[in-house]
């Protein structure tokens, strides 16, 4: 097996993520704040967003499968919730924790995570729209970006962290974990 060299990247696990990727996307407080400042209007467009986001998920059975049984009026508060936070206007630790959790239910729901990464179509236009009524639209669509970049970040390190957590433990090693993860042959 050849070897791939330690990476520095390797080290920054669990809750450290969260201020490594906060540092990453460069958010500065100007964009942070405008954000915030149209948090209302995320909430007048949260109802048409969930409504556009269960139809997609509710019209594939691969995907509709995952709801059943499931309370439908929960399910479309929860991601509307999901939606509006997004405009929160602080984005620290907790907020980035918030997300991950969210992440977190979806690897224990056995769900592939294409199936969430592929609805950042369905929410990217509605955010960049609100972000659009704000003081600085070009800014506050830039800003809107890092944000919903840093949740999609976030979810998939939710994915990766589970996957590794567990090679990590048949194999003996997380190195040996990371190498086979990385193909390395
Ligand atoms: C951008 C993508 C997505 C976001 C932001 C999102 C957001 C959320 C949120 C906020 C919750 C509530 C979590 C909690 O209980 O605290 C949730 C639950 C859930 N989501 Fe998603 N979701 C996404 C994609 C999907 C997809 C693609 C599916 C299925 C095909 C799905 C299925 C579910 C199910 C079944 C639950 C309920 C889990 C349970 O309580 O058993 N989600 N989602």
New binding site residues.
């Given amino acids: 097996m050849s070897v791939i060299p330690e990476r520095a990247s390797w080290k920054i696990k669990d809750a450290a993520i969260l201020p490594e990727l906060l540092a990453l996307i460069e958010l500065g407080a100007d964009e942070a704040a405008l954000l915030g400042s149209v948090q209302a209007h995320a909430k007048t467009a949260a109802p048409q967003m969930t409504a556009e986001f269960y139809r997609r998920?509710l019209a594939h059975p691969e995907?509709s499968e995952?709801?059943a049984g499931?309370s439908m009026d929960h399910?479309h508060g929860?991601?509307g919730?999901?939606f509006i936070e997004l405009f929160d206007g602080t984005y620290d630790e907790a907020y980035a924790r918030r997300r991950m959790?969210?992440g977190e239910?979806?690897v224990k729901?056995g769900?592939p995570v294409r199936?969430?990464l592929?609805?950042?179509d369905v929410?990217l236009p509605f955010g960049e729209q609100v972000a659009r009524e704000s003081s600085n639209p070009d800014m506050g669509v830039g800003a809107f970006r890092k944000v919903l970049s840093l949740?999609v970040a976030i979810?998939n390190q939710a994915y990766e962290d589970n996957q590794l957590k567990h090679l990590a433990e048949l194999v003996g090693g997380e190195r040996l974990a990371r190498m086979l993860l990385a193909g390395a042959g």
């Fill in positions: 998920l995907t995952y709801f499931k399910l929860m991601i919730k999901w959790v969210i239910v979806h729901i769900l199936y969430p592929s609805m950042i929410v949740d979810f």
